[in-house]
């Protein structure tokens, strides 16, 4: 009981500073804001089917997470906090499987806590949190998957069957295939340490079938009006990002090896040294085995993928938090101080650049209070060592919870208040709203913006020169439609429309660029220019 309300402490904690100001800043570009605008356009219209950015169909994944974002604005608005609320909801369910899968294999309720706690302190999952992707609830279903089949193979109960396919059908319906790479590398291990229940029966049919039905849905709905569409998504959206630079996203081999420890600190180099300490632990047909392969296997596999964004892996992370958490709770007091060293050095330094940044010239406004916020975390965590002589192991566990908490709220903090420097736009929104000018035609330079359409929540118009940003897929159009708000100014009909929009009051923003020679003609229409951050606007 008092491990359950602990743990009931903690979720109510992290909740509160995931929620905290989620929504004290606009959407950043360009992942968050193309999310949050997609979601934005299907709520409009209401249309669930077909994404749409910036008025051109984009099917570049399933719509899901587009999906649940339109719900979060018919209960919140639209608005940075419906965008990114279920965002948070997706981090504190991860919480919660982690601890019971945790619980699950090792059958403790301190390990199961302290893998949760771990968990959460990882940068990544915070970078998730505040960034809306398809990754935080690619990373929900994959655990979801997982802890049902592990309670499905220990318990034989029927119904944790259909859950773990179900899971991974709206795993599916997030991201794709990709949903397959964790669960599977963890069950083929996991499998031969736990013998099953039953034997194949009608059940794994019928369950299969369930994930089939559900998961095939969306793509057989638009095949069927499309035969292309199919081609499409299991060819460049799927085998061209793997083997293929088919969105500018190459990145080294050595990308997710080099920043994999990074995004994963402190508690990757405690994961260093707690497994070169009990390499004894890691036979072929064990627990431990099982979680490591989970996470070595597909960090190699994102690896050898021509596509990568370091939150592809955050899925991995889950299996990392569990194994740590064990192998943790099995080292001795003495070799504890070693961990203890890594965590309290790693937030140690992390605290004292939080209290000398307000006063270092960083281009980044960072309030002073930070600064003295800093100061009494500090203070806190030096009296938690204190007086916890009896609970050595738990000082960095709470050490990393404390420092989670500050820094989750902080970022927050520092975003709300850098939101032109961190490329999110909403004071420019802010402005034209204020200024009355929302209602006019908007007209974005060479550059793709959805966080521009999004704080107006309207559709505006993209003057592409050139920029491949604004190469867009309109191979699935079924009318011109799409042409009022993407206008070619590399031909002559693209020209003329332009001159025929800025024949009435419009306005025009540039980003991080200047008009050509070509187009002096264009800033002479307006009678104002007011330069913000990296934008400049003429009305």
């Not at 960095?396 to 709300?416: C, G, H, R």
Request: net charge positive; hydrophobic share 50%; aromatic share 16%.
């Amino acid at each position: 009981m008092r491990s359950k309300l602990t743990f009931n402490i903690f979720l109510i904690i992290a909740a509160i500073s995931l929620l905290i100001n989620v929504g004290s800043y606009g959407v950043i570009e360009s992942s968050d804001a193309r999310y949050a605008e997609i979601g934005r356009a299907m709520h409009a219209s209401g249309d669930f089917m077909h994404p749409n950015l910036l008025d051109v169909h984009h099917y570049h994944k399933p719509p899901f997470t587009y999906q649940i974002t339109a719900l979060g604005y018919k209960i919140f608005g639209t608005n940075a906090f419906g965008a990114r609320f279920f965002l948070q909801l997706a981090i504190l369910l991860q919480l919660v499987l982690v601890y019971r899968l945790s619980f699950l294999l090792f059958d403790n309720k301190k390990t199961a806590l302290w893998s949760a706690i771990i968990y959460f302190s990882f940068p990544l999952v915070l970078v998730s949190s505040r960034n809306l992707t398809t990754d935080a609830f690619l990373a929900t279903f994959a655990l979801l998957s997982i802890y049902s089949w592990v309670r499905y193979r220990k318990s034989g109960v029927i119904k944790w069957l259909y859950a773990f396919t179900i899971s991974l059908a709206l795993g599916f319906l997030t991201k794709g295939p990709v949903i397959f790479i964790v669960p599977v590398i963890f069950i083929l291990f996991y499998n031969r340490t736990e013998k099953a229940k039953h034997r194949f029966s009608f059940h794994h049919i019928a369950a299969w079938t369930f994930f089939l039905v559900i998961a095939a849905s969306w793509f057989v709905y638009l095949g069927y009006h499309n035969p292309a569409f199919l081609d499409y998504f299991l060819g460049k959206q799927t085998a061209d990002r793997f083997s293929k630079n088919a969105f500018g996203r190459t990145e080294p081999f050595w990308y997710f090896l080099a920043f994999a420890p990074l995004v994963g600190l402190p508690w990757f180099l405690a994961a260093v040294y707690l497994v070169k300490e009990q390499k004894q632990l890691f036979k072929t047909k064990t627990i431990h085995f099982a979680l490591f392969m989970a996470f070595v296997i597909p960090l190699v596999f994102f690896s050898i993928s021509s596509s990568k964004r370091i939150l592809y892996i955050l899925p991995l992370y889950s299996m990392l938090a569990v194994l740590i958490a064990d192998l943790f709770s099995k080292i001795t007091v003495e070799k504890t101080k070693i961990i203890n060293g890594i965590v309290l050095g790693f937030y140690g330094l992390l605290l004292l650049a939080f209290m000398v940044a307000p006063f270092v010239d960083t281009g980044m406004n960072i309030p002073y209070y930070l600064a003295i916020a800093s100061c009494l975390v500090a203070i806190f965590i030096f009296l938690l060592y204190t007086s916890l002589k009896d609970e050595v192991k738990f000082k960095p566990i709470i050490a990393s919870f404390v420092v989670t908490t500050f820094l989750l709220i902080s970022a927050t903090t520092i975003l709300a208040k850098n939101e032109l420097k961190v490329n999110a736009s909403k004071p420019v929104t802010d402005f034209l709203i204020e200024e009355d000018l929302a209602s006019r035609d908007i007209l974005v330079y060479n550059t793709r913006k959805p966080s521009i359409a999004f704080g107006l929540n309207k559709s505006i118009i993209s003057l592409y020169d050139g920029h491949h940003s604004l190469n867009r897929e309109t191979q699935f159009e079924t009318d011109a439609a799409w042409k009022k708000h993407l206008l070619n100014l590399k031909d002559a009909e693209g020209f003329e429309k332009l001159e025929q929009l800025v024949a009435k009051p419009t306005v025009l923003l540039l980003y991080k660029k200047q008009l050509p020679e070509k187009l002096n003609w264009l800033a002479e229409k307006y009678a104002h220019k007011k330069v913000m951050g990296k934008w400049v606007v003429y009305y």
